[in-house]
C-alpha cells in the first residue's frame, strides 16, 4: 500500500519539478553568438557539398547540433560593394530598399530617421543584454556598429595571428575572460564577425600549403598548379556568356591574384586561398565554443553561422558577390542552440535581414517598429519547414536596372539589362533538377574536359524553352509584384513601367535641381 501511494505521489511530483525546472531555465535569459564571415559561398563548406576539401569540423558539428538552413539568402545590394547594404540588413531588418543608403530611401519617406537607434547592438543593450562586437572595418553601418557597448573592430586579412582571422577570435575570448573574472551574468549578444575569406586571401603557411595554393601577385604569371587545391567548381565557365550589367566592377577584374583570369590554375588556387582562409575561421570558433563550453554557457547560447553574401570565383564564369546565382545570392546558415532539434535540415526561405526579428524573439525581446523581418523560430522549433513562399534578389550596382531575381518552390527566375539595353536575358532555372544552374556553355565539351562533369540534357536555362512558357509567365509576375512591394525603383524593358519612370534620385532628376538652381542664379543676377 505504502508502495502504491509512493509511486503516486511520485508520479504527481514530477511532472511539478520538470514545470519548476523548465521555469528556472526560461527565467535565464539565453545568450547569443552571431558569427558571420566576410564572402563565404554555401557550396565551399561540407554541409552544402559534401565531397568540399574544405575542412570546417567545428561547422560541421555546430550542424550536427543544430539547424542547417538550405534556403538563407541576403536580399541583394544597389552598389557594387554588396557587404555594405548586406549588413545594413543585419543590423535593422529591413528591406533593401528601404534602407538608409538605399537610392532616394530618405527622400521618399522609405526610411525613418535615426534607425541606428533601433539596430541590433541599441535594441539588445536597452533589453539588458550586454553587447560586443569584432568585424571588419569599412563597408559595413558604422552607426549601427556603435551601438554594441564594446567594440574590436579591425580589417584583418593576413596570414599570422596578429594579422588575421586569430585576432578576432582573440578578442571575443578576451571578452570573454573579462566577463568571467568580473562574474558578469548579465546575458550576452556577441557579434564575432571575420574579415576573411575576402580577398585579399593571404591564409596562414600552413593552411595555404595544406589546400596546395601561394599567394599570387606576380600579374605575368599564372599560379603553380597543385593537386592539393580545390577541384574547379561544377558550375565552372572560362568566361560569364553574356554582359550581366557589371561585368568590370572591382571584383571582377582586379582582385589581386584572379584580376580577369579564369584559367583552371588561377581559379584552382584562389579557391585553395578561399578555403585557407575559411579553415582558419572555422579554428577560432573552435576556440570561442570550448571557451564557452569552459564557462558553462554553451548550452544556453544560440550560435548562428553565415556569412553576409556568398560568392562565386570561378562559377558561371564569375569571380565576385555581383551576381544572384545561388552561389552568390544565397548564403550559409546554422543555428544551434536550446530546443533546437540536433542535425534538423530545413529549406527555411529566409533572408539575413530576419535575424533582428528572430534574435529578439528568442530573447524575448518586442522588435523595434522599423523592423521589416519576420522571426523565423517557427522554423527553429520545428513548427514550420518554410517562412516564406517567395524570394526576391537584386543587384543594380553597374547598369540599371541590373539583375533581379525570384524563387518559388523549385523555381527561379532572373533578368538582366543594361542601361543602354543592349543587353537583355532571362534565365528561368529548376533548382532541383539543376541545382548548379547549368546554362548552354556548360555543356560545351571543353568545360567538360576541365570540370570532369557533363550536364543532363534538362539541365539549362529553360526561359525561352515553349514547355515552360506558363511558368515563365507566373514568375514574371511574381517578380514584378514583388518589385512593386519591395519599392523597387526600377522596371525592366518587357515589364509596366509604373510610372516609376526615371528614378527621382538618377541623374535625370538632377538637371531639374541645377534648372531651378539656374533659375535662382538668373534672378539674383
Ligand atoms: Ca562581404
Ligand atoms: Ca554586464
Known amino acids: 500500500m505504502f508502495t502504491r501511494l509512493a509511486l503516486v505521489l511520485t508520479l504527481i511530483a514530477l511532472p511539478i519539478s520538470f514545470t519548476s525546472k523548465a521555469i528556472a531555465a526560461e527565467k535565464k535569459r539565453p545568450n547569443i553568438l552571431f558569427i558571420i564571415a566576410d564572402d563565404q559561398s554555401p557550396f565551399d563548406l561540407k554541409i552544402y557539398t559534401p565531397d568540399s576539401k574544405l575542412e570546417t569540423p567545428n561547422i560541421d558539428r555546430l550542424a550536427a547540433q543544430g539547424m542547417v538552413f538550405d534556403g538563407a539568402y541576403q536580399m541583394g545590394s544597389f552598389s557594387g560593394a554588396v557587404c555594405t547594404p548586406s549588413r545594413h540588413m543585419v543590423m535593422c531588418g529591413r528591406t533593401v530598399w528601404h534602407l538608409p543608403i538605399a537610392p532616394g530611401a530618405m ?307 532572373l533578368k538582366y539589362e543594361t542601361s543602354d539595353g543592349k543587353s537583355r536575358v532571362t534565365q528561368l532555372f529548376n533548382l532541383k533538377e539543376n541545382p548548379n544552374e547549368f546554362i548552354k556553355e556548360h555543356h560545351d565539351p571543353k568545360v567538360i574536359a576541365l570540370t570532369g562533369i557533363t550536364p543532363e540534357a534538362n539541365q539549362l536555362n529553360l526561359a525561352d524553352d515553349p514547355k515552360y512558357a506558363v511558368k515563365r509567365k507566373e514568375m514574371e509576375a511574381i517578380l514584378l509584384s514583388e518589385q512593386r512591394r519591395l519599392n523597387d525603383p526600377y522596371r525592366f524593358w518587357d515589364q509596366p513601367k509604373d510610372g516609376i519612370g526615371e528614378v527621382d534620385d538618377e541623374p535625370a532628376a538632377k538637371p531639374a535641381r541645377n534648372k531651378k538652381k539656374a533659375e535662382k542664379q538668373e534672378k539674383a543676377k
Open 107 to 413: 527622400q521618399k519617406n522609405l526610411c525613418p530617421p535615426a534607425l541606428e537607434k533601433n539596430t541590433l547592438g541599441a535594441v539588445f543593450n536597452r533589453a539588458g543584454y550586454d553587447t560586443m562586437r569584432t568585424c571588419k572595418q569599412g563597408n559595413s553601418y558604422d552607426g549601427a556598429n556603435k551601438q554594441f557597448t564594446v567594440v574590436r573592430d579591425a580589417t584583418k586579412r593576413g596570414g599570422t595571428a596578429e594579422t588575421g582571422s586569430a585576432w578576432h577570435g582573440e578578442q571575443v575570448l578576451n571578452y570573454l575572460n573579462d566577463r568571467q573574472s568580473s562574474k558578469d551574468a548579465d546575458p550576452f549578444l556577441i557579434y564575432f564577425g571575420f574579415s576573411h575569406p575576402h580577398d585579399t586571401r593571404d591564409g596562414t603557411p600552413e593552411l595555404l600549403k595544406k589546400y596546395g595554393a601561394t599567394n599570387h601577385t606576380n600579374k605575368n604569371e599564372l599560379p603553380a598548379a597543385n593537386p592539393l587545391q580545390p577541384p574547379l567548381p561544377p558550375n565552372y565557365l572560362p568566361a560569364h556568356p553574356f554582359e550581366n550589367s557589371h561585368l568590370n566592377v572591382r571584383d571582377e577584374v582586379a582582385v589581386p591574384g584572379v584580376w580577369g583570369n579564369r584559367d583552371e590554375r588561377t581559379i584552382r588556387n584562389e579557391l585553395g586561398r578561399e578555403f585557407a582562409c575559411s579553415e582558419n575561421i572555422d579554428i577560432q570558433i573552435g576556440r570561442v565554443l570550448k571557451k564557452l563550453e569552459d564557462m558553462g554557457e554553451l548550452d544556453n547560447t544560440y550560435i548562428i553561422y553565415t556569412s553576409d553574401h556568398g560568392m562565386a570565383i570561378g562559377r558561371h564564369g564569375l569571380q565576385g558577390k555581383q551576381n544572384l546565382y545561388e552561389h552568390t545570392w544565397r548564403v550559409p546558415f546554422i543555428v544551434k542552440g536550446p530546443g533546437i532539434k540536433a542535425g534538423s535540415r530545413v529549406v527555411g526561405n529566409i533572408y539575413l535581414l530576419d535575424n533582428l526579428a528572430t534574435l529578439c524573439d528568442l530573447a524575448g525581446i518586442t522588435p523595434p517598429d522599423s523592423n521589416e523581418g519576420i522571426s523565423y523560430r517557427p522554423v527553429l522549433e520545428g513548427k514550420a519547414e518554410t517562412m516564406r513562399q517567395v524570394l526576391y534578389g537584386t543587384y543594380s550596382g553597374g547598369g540599371k536596372p541590373g539583375m533581379r531575381c525570384v524563387k518559388q518552390g523549385d523555381w527561379k527566375l
